[in-house]
C-alpha cells in the first residue's frame, strides 16, 4: 500500500472506533502514531483477557479452598468419632 492510499491518522482511528483525545501519543514530541492507535484498540480486549486470567484463578482458589474446607470437616468428624472409621 502506498503512503498516499494510507488513512488518516483520524480516519484510522474512527475506523477502530478510538478517541485520539484519549490516546498518549509516542511519536515525536509525543504525537500519536498509527501504532499508538492499534494499541489503544486492543486495549479493551486485553483487559477482557486478564478480567478472565483472574476469574479463572478466582474459581481455583475457592475451590481449592472448599476442598480444604471438607478434608478439614472430615478430619474433625473422624476425630470426634474414631469408633465409625477405624478398619
Known sequence: MAADELPTLAEFAA???VDLSQV???GPDGAV???DVDRAA???IRAAIEARRA???ARREVEHARA???EVV???IRDLFPS???S
Open 15 to 17: 475506523k477502530r472506533k
Open 24 to 26: 498518549q501519543g509516542t
Open 33 to 35: 502514531t498509527y501504532r
Open 42 to 44: 486492543a486495549a479493551p
Open 55 to 57: 476469574r479463572r484463578a
Open 68 to 70: 480444604e474446607g471438607r
Open 74 to 76: 472430615a478430619r474433625t
Open 84 to 86: 465409625d472409621y477405624s
